[in-house]
């Protein structure tokens, strides 16, 4: 069954030096999504991405934040100057299609990054 | 207006018994209401979703009922096993939103053998 696959699984960082966190999406699809999830809370969106071009993002998605597909496959995350508050796991998602005309697609997340920025 | 309230926060069955986790929403534009389910480590996998247009959704042993006068979604778990211990998470999306999901906080479910 196709899956979304994350690299690293574990991340560990200096505060102020840049991370990227790599995606490979599911491979026929069009949607990608960034979340995070601070230890023991909930799922919060971070961005959406389609066509190349952000489609969505949040306001924790700041300038801190970019998201990029430089090939056919990866799709990245990158944090300029990691603070101590990056610190989550970090969930890829994609999806086949967008959530429009009352049809629903379902968002396949991957396992996920532990970022841990010291 | 673009949270969604779930409760409770953590839940003990026993084996066989019914679990019981309940959400809530303000926002009418929310049009898409997924489960996920959350194994320690790993990332939330979809469990069932159902659409405003309709009352109730089964899958198994899942069923979502849901309340739109209320603004209430529910997922029931029958038959509760060990194997069902996780976190589960209620979410809404709205159009013409992009399909970004607004979680709830989230329910661990301890199921007792």
């Known amino acids: 069954e196709p899956e979304v696959t994350q690299t690293p699984s574990h991340q560990v960082t200096q505060m102020g030096q840049e991370v990227i966190l790599r995606c490979v999406p599911i491979s026929n699809h069009l949607y990608f999504y960034w979340y995070r999830q601070i230890l023991g809370q909930k799922v919060e969106f971070l961005v959406s991405?389609?066509?190349?071009?952000?489609?969505?993002k949040s306001e924790i998605f700041d300038d801190q934040f970019s998201v990029e597909r430089p090939d056919g496959s990866n799709f990245t995350l990158k944090i300029r100057s990691t603070k101590l508050e990056d610190s989550a796991m970090y969930f890829c998602?994609?999806?086949?299609?967008?959530?429009?005309?009352?049809?629903?697609?379902?968002?396949?997340f991957g396992p996920g990054t532990r970022l841990t920025v010291t | 207006q673009q949270q969604v309230k779930q409760s409770p926060q953590s839940l003990i069955v026993q084996k066989g018994g019914i679990s019981i986790i309940n959400c809530a929403y303000e926002?009418?534009?929310?049009?898409?209401f997924p489960w996920y389910q959350q194994f320690p480590g790993k990332g939330p996998a979809l469990l069932i979703a159902?659409?405003?247009?309709?009352s109730e959704k089964k899958e198994g042993r899942f069923t979502i009922s849901f309340n739109k006068s209320a603004k209430q979604f529910s997922l029931h778990i029958m038959d509760s096993q060990p194997g069902d211990s996780a976190t589960y998470f209620c979410a809404a999306s709205m159009r013409p939103s992009q399909g970004n999901l607004i979680f709830g906080k989230g329910t661990k479910l301890s199921v007792k053998p």
């Open positions: 998602a994609s999806s086949e299609a967008r959530f429009s005309a009352g049809i629903s697609y379902e968002q396949y």
């Open positions: 991405f389609y066509n190349n071009e952000i489609s969505e």
């Open positions: 926002n009418t534009a929310f049009d898409y």
């Open positions: 159902i659409r405003p247009d309709v």
